[in-house]
């Protein structure tokens, strides 16, 4: 694969040198078909499926037949809860035992991943910083340092409340310090290089890899223990 690279800022928003990039993570074609199909699926599996309406064997009452099968000049009846009476049994409406999970297999998940990843790269969405070991766990720091990232051009935006989740920021590992740092800012997500997924990636705007070489180890990690497990099958 062709050789990457990019800029590794501060959390101040200066530049600090240039870094390379794993070509396997951040050089993906874009698989617009796979990452509809994994993102959907995720969707699909998130679903709690709540939604239940009663039959007629749940609903309450109908123990005594309405009136008597001849003789009245009305319609026969069994039940009121049959779904024709107010009150009744619903047809075909929704149940919870209804599964809508779906199966992804790893390859695919990881494939999507870095399709999006590579896609959010080259539109000029990811930014590279040092590592957020050093974070305290104020909300103003964290506004500080989101408010040093938008003097990054074309990072501008990066606080935009009106869009919840417009910011992603993967860290090597989510420390209390850290998550209590951004989670009053509605904007900004943290989430680890272990567990970013690419519902994550397609869900947010911007893309923040902080300690972007620990990131990338661990990224390239996951995708040569896919590999590996594929050539062993």
Known sequence: MEKLTSTLYSLAGKKVKA????????????????????VTSMM?????????????????????????????????????????????????????????????????RLGALVSLLSEKNRTGNVLFTESLEKVEGKTKEGETIVGGWKTVEGFGTLDTKKNINNMLVIVPAATKAILQGFKNLPY????????????????????VVADADSVQDIMLGRWNNLMTKKVSE
């Open 19 to 38: 870094i390379d990039l794993a070509p396997e993570v951040f050089g993906n074609p874009f698989k617009q078909d796979l990452v509809h199909q994994v």
């Open 44 to 108: 699909a599996n998130m679903r709690s499926g709540t939604a239940h309406t009663k039959d007629r064997g749940e609903v309450a009452g109908g123990g005594k037949k309405p009136w008597k099968q001849k003789g009245t000049g009305r319609a026969r009846h069994a039940s009121t809860r049959s779904p024709i009476w107010v009150g009744g049994g619903t047809t075909h409406g929704p149940r919870s035992e209804k599964d809508y999970s779906q199966k992804i297999n790893s390859k695919m």
């Open 188 to 207: 900004a997500k943290i989430t680890t290089a272990r567990n970013v997924s690419a519902y994550d990636i397609a869900k947010a705007r911007y893309v």
